[in-house]
């Protein structure tokens, strides 16, 4: 396991804040802090009154926790990283925190910091909802800065390629329109309170096995139209301020001293004018990084080799490897985000939170990205007047798994269920006090009885003599390692089966990363996919079932049947011995994704000409969904616009997530490129118009160097899914050549 080494936080806790007191000498002017000015004008004019001391302060963070025996710097908060405040020139110290689902300080034991926890992004992207995700991102970046911190290490978008990959659970999904659209909007509300978020990790850091060194091999053109385009969506709708550049190699070249990546693609071509940090440890040299494009080094002390954003840095600027100029750039980009943001103007400082506020906002979450996968003859929504109803496995009595590894969120009650192997990193094993048990209970009319699941036949004996079931099974995976098979731990399968067996009024929750091997589907009537739920996971999941709010969630996923679907069948060295899954072999060096290519997902399924367990873009709901004809016009600059109607067919009210996809002149494949996300009562009709801008429709050429749409006849797709089309039109468009900042 390579990780970094984890220690207890001794720091207490102090804030930052703006320094009004000089160093030494008299107080600058400090004409940046005129907010008339532009970020860039005023990160210019800091950069100008600085000294070549306090630039190279900005370029490292020190780990914000103590460690290895170190006690933690003084600017730490019990967090990921920090840098001191620069008072001489009234900035603040800079306070990084994880992550993407909340405030995550998972070593911060002697403030025992809690916060609110978001649901996974996998949830939040099944919702189809950027407004979910928008006030997912800006509740935990209201909680980060009422606790003092400017820099919320959020905005995971790694595609997923593979359903074992151990942070699944952390980014968007395996499209890169839908995860790009939806981490972006997360971004977007982070930054709204004034906290820079970073979106990670850049690029094509899909696996964790091997991952500080592993080599993800793939083509150009490929990247830039999958995992590359993720993250150039994602850009453009948030404007994170940092993009952190990942552990592994991609073609041959370390993440963040790789100068295409940096410098060409994301500098150059995307016009990024944020600041590129480093993950921590993901630090391999000086002069050959900041050359690249690398503007800070995070936690180098703790994590790198060597600071080599100190003293190796100096002496490259000093024999002139490295321009006095890139060091200026590196430090304005830094400030220049800081004062984007307003992080200089509203600082970061501790403030009440309302923390059953933000769990409405999880809970909302959780239910609208909850994706009901199954529901044979209407078993569900289950009715209040049941005699009794059986609740069983994955310790439903107590709370809701979550995730683990850097991003792992204390809730408010801490751990339901401490004690769990692995308790060290990437543990502790969490579960958030939100119990299904309790939730059900409230909800029914008779009883609810729980069974741990332990005991088999107990379960089945309870299951039997009860009006309905429900099987609670959980898949716990975090950073730092990728689940060797799809099967569930232990066994949670043959509970199911036993289970449904006694009752064929089965509903299965899954509390899980993504994807797992479900043998028992055939026999169960229902199956929702609850992913990790946040900390309201419980409400949310008994409201589902009961029908107090409809589920709407549509995979953000293709579900395989099996690991033998996959472009890689097997990951080498994958696995955790600490939960039972001994590593099978040693981590390719190497990872192939030039298999796929761009086909990733569902477009390998498509490529294959093979069906998936449940296709990409699915989920159904309590009601049903009738579609209008589909018209489509163009213009003369390629944009698209596609409108239909829809229609509430059923009885009860409902959300629907009506998708187009397109195939491109010659492809068999297709590529989403719009949806809409809307509410419907029983018999209303809406009709959806959808703008769909020129490069949706484009490939990347690379001669060319940039978006290309070709002359030609698209076949525009209304579906409910990748696999279920309802609706067919045809379009011709124009040559033309898209910027690739429309999405
Ligand atoms: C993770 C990052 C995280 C950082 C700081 C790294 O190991 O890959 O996602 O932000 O640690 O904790």
Partial sequence: ?????????????????????????????????????????????????????????????????????????????????????????????????????????PLNAHSRDVATALPSGLATAASWDPAVAEAGGAMIGREAHRKGFNVLLAGGVNLLRDPRNGRNFEYAGEDPLLAGVMAGHAVRGIQSQHVVSTLKHYAVNDLETGRNTMNAKLDRVAARESDLRAFEIALGIGAPGSVMCAYNRVNGTYACENAWLLDQVLKRDWGYQGFVMSDWGAVHSAAKSALAGLDQESAGETFDPQVFFAAPLREAIAKGEVPQARLDDMVRRILRSLFAVGAIDHPAKAAPIDYAADAKVSQHAAE??????????????????????????????????????????????????????????????????????????????????????????????????????????????????????????????????????????????????????????????AVLEAWYPGNAGGEAIARLLFGEVAPSGRLPLSWPRDASQLPRPAIAGAGLAAIGLPPQGQPADTVDYDIEGADVGYRWFQRRGSEPLFPFGYGLGYTTFGYGPLTVTTDAAGAVTASFAVTNTGSRAGADVPQLYVQLPGEQVSRLVGWQKLALRPGETKRVRLALPAVRFARYDDRGHGWRVAAGTYRLLLGRSSAQIEQRAELRLPAVFPAGAQR
């Fill in 1 to 105: 396991m390579s990780r970094r080494p984890r220690r207890l936080s001794a720091c207490a806790f102090a804030l930052a804040v703006v320094a009004t007191a000089t160093a030494a000498g008299e107080p600058p002017a400090r004409p940046w802090m005129n907010t008339s000015l532009s970020p860039d004008a005023r990160a210019a004019l800091v950069v100008q009154a600085m000294s070549q001391d306090e630039k190279f302060q900005l370029i490292t963070t020190a780990y914000g926790s103590a460690s290895d025996g170190k006690p933690a710097p003084a600017c730490a908060l019990g967090s990921a990283a920090c840098a001191p405040a620069l008072s001489r020139l009234g900035l603040p110290a800079l306070q990084e925190t994880d992550a993407g689902l909340g405030v995550a300080r």
């Fill in 368 to 525: 609208a990205g909850a994706v009901l996968l199954r529901n044979q003859d209407n078993l569900l929504p289950l009715a209040r007047t049941l005699a009794s109803v059986a609740v069983i496995g994955a310790h439903a009595d107590r709370g809701v798994l979550a995730g683990g590894g850097s991003s792992a969120v204390t809730a408010q009650g801490g751990n339901a269920v401490p004690g769990l192997a692995p308790t060290v990193w990437p543990g502790p094993v969490m579960y958030h006090p939100s119990a299904p048990l309790a939730a059900i209970a409230r909800r029914v009319g008779g009883k609810a009885s729980y069974a741990s699941g332990e005991d088999i036949a107990a379960a089945a004996k309870l299951a039997a003599s009860s009006a309905v079931a429900v099987v609670f099974v959980q898949q716990w995976a975090a950073e730092s390692f990728d689940r060797p098979s799809m099967a569930l731990n232990g066994h949670q399968d043959a509970l199911v089966a036993a289970v449904a067996k006694a009752n064929p009024r089965t509903v299965v929750v899954l509390e899980n990363n993504g994807p797992v091997a479900m043998p028992w589907l055939a026999q169960t009537a």
